[in-house]
């Protein structure tokens, strides 16, 4: 097992485990997307403070490049995603959005191909289909989708994530440390998500508190995590195994929420599985 499927595969289990976390903050209270957001953001600005500071000798030394590369990130990551998300999630029936957010492989690969210079070979394009299907047989339990203007935004937020996230994410691992990455972009993107939250009056006290701490730790985790996998490994690479998130949510929601599970939702995580498996076999 290599270190960048390792690192890829605790960041997917931890993101998991969050977007359960956040289901629960978003239907059991008043909270909306941006407030729980912009806490979680600010519950983690002490540990990147004290990552920055304990790098404060290779930050200093980042040349203009690198500076450009984190600006990306904490512009298109935090302030990009976060908004065409809420949107997205909006106005894009929540059957869409499960599915098409999943074109952020498709992204990735075509970005990595065009600005990593990442190989664009049969047998990633192969694995890739194969967890575009197990997605789609995974979140629509095979009904046929009626798209809508609004997936446009998801579709959009997609292109966002494998910018911000794969692409300029894997350009900053490569020439700064994974956690000088991981700590300047979470901190350079924090005020501008700060402003935007205030526009859309999300700026308020939240409920439910702990559960937002939660969150927060494995926000911490994952934006860790997937820097590492991205020091280590493609940004192809990354975004594939980051597919058995659906997967493992599925399972947790089936576990702890009472939610069903269908035989072709069960196919569906299959072959999402054994395409990640080939992933790290094939080592794409």
């Not at 890829?8 to 903050?25: G, N």
């Not at 098409?100 to 191909?113: D, G, K, N």
């Not at 967890?131 to 966002?160: H, N, P």
Request: charged share 10%; net charge positive.
């Amino acid at each position: 097992m290599s270190s960048g499927f390792r690192y890829a595969t605790i960041a997917a289990i931890v993101w998991a485990i969050a977007i359960i976390l956040e289901r629960i903050l978003l239907h059991q209270t008043s909270n909306l997307t941006l407030t729980v957001a912009i806490w979680a953001s600010i519950f983690e600005l002490p540990y990147w403070m004290i990552k920055a500071f304990q790098f404060r000798r290779d930050i200093r030394s980042l040349n203009a490049k690198a500076w450009g590369v984190l600006l990306g990130i904490a512009l298109v990551s935090s302030v990009g995603v976060t908004i065409t998300e809420v949107y997205a999630l909006t106005y894009s029936p929540a059957v869409n959005y499960s599915f098409l957010i999943r074109t952020v492989i498709l992204f990735t690969i075509l970005e990595a191909y065009i600005f990593l210079k990442e190989p664009l070979t049969k047998k990633k394009i192969i694995l890739a289909v194969v967890i575009l299907v197990g997605s789609y047989f995974l979140t629509t339990k095979g009904r046929v989708l009626s798209l809508s203007t609004g997936d446009i935004l998801t579709i959009t937020e997609a292109l966002l994530i494998s910018l911000g996230n794969n692409v300029l994410g894997r350009i900053a691992a490569k020439i700064v440390h994974s956690d000088v990455a991981a700590s300047v972009s979470t901190l350079l993107g924090f005020i501008p998500l700060l402003i935007v939250t205030w526009w859309q009056h999300a700026l308020v006290i939240p409920s439910g508190i702990p559960l937002i701490i939660a969150l927060t730790i494995c926000q911490i985790l994952i934006t860790t995590f997937r820097y590492r996998a991205l020091k280590e490994s493609s940004a192809s690479f990354v975004t594939m195994i980051f597919s058995l998130t659906p997967v493992i949510v599925s399972v947790l929601a089936f576990s702890f929420l009472g939610e069903s599970l269908t035989l072709i939702q069960i196919f569906g995580g299959l072959l999402i599985i054994a395409a990640g498996i080939g992933v790290e076999k094939l080592k794409i």
